[in-house]
């Protein structure tokens, strides 16, 4: 450690990322569910969600400021050695957070490094350079725009430029909304002319939350002809870390 530096066996230096939790599970939810993965969540979020309860986020503890002291500051040599012990499963890599473009350019090395498939979990408000960080355009980014019922105002949590930008240069991605209520139009309004799959998740911090919503959710895919996707870790788990 060097001047708030990590540095790395090939005397790169770099500095260091907050990371909640990286973990080894299967993907909950989305594109991939069901898929074996390894999971690095970074601390920290430009947004607070405060519709979604008490808590804002079902991953408040790497949101809130308050569990900063439960965070590790890892460099990327350290947080590859750990991806690597699990690199015999063959696993997809997702990255989430928090928001995890906050480090974007921190986190290039991990997204050149890493070979099997790559999704990361963005509320696409942050813009990314894509010709300078060609590696992202082979990402697939879950963007999971904010709708009206995460509380935040809508200049904060949509910016229809960003989310263009997301869709023309990385290609595999999709849309993820959570839903408790009929947001057609606010769906429609974001996806307006990007050609992407579009997901909805009943909203839901708890197994007895989620059931609530997911009927209709269920019918709300079926009428509006979007996917739908469970959440299995928060019907098995709750909010349990490290699932």
Not at 28 to 33: M, N, P, Q, V
Not at 127 to 140: A, L, N, Q, R
């Amino acid at each position: 450690m060097e001047n708030g530096k990590y540095k790395m066996e090939n005397g790169i230096d770099e500095t260091l990322i907050p990371i909640s939790e990286i973990f080894y599970s299967i993907q909950g939810e989305g594109k991939y569910c069901g898929t074996p993965s390894v999971f690095v969540r970074v601390g920290g979020c430009n947004l607070k969600c405060p519709g979604f309860g008490e808590k804002g986020c079902d991953s408040y503890y790497a949101v809130d400021r308050k569990y900063e002291n439960e965070w590790l500051n890892l460099g990327i040599t350290e947080i590859i050695n750990e991806i690597k012990k699990y690199e015999k499963h063959n696993p997809h890599l997702v990255i989430t957070g928090g928001e995890p473009m906050l480090y974007y350019k921190k986190l290039y090395p991990l997204v050149e490094y890493f070979k099997n498939e790559i999704t990361i979990e963005t509320n696409a408000t942050i813009d990314i350079d894509f010709e300078k960080y060609p590696k992202y355009k082979d990402v697939t980014f879950a963007m999971s725009v904010k709708l009206s019922n995460s509380g935040e105002e809508y200049k904060k949590r949509v910016k229809k430029d960003i989310i263009k930008s997301y869709a023309l240069n990385a290609k595999k991605s999709f849309f993820k909304f959570v839903i408790d209520r009929d947001l057609k139009e606010e769906i429609d309004d974001i996806t307006k002319g990007i050609d992407l799959p579009i997901y909805c998740m009943p909203l839901g911090a708890s197994k007895e939350e989620l059931e609530k919503n997911a009927p209709f959710v269920f019918e709300f895919c079926l009428k509006n002809g979007f996917r739908y996707s469970d959440r299995i870790h928060i019907r098995l788990f709750g909010k349990k870390k490290g699932v």
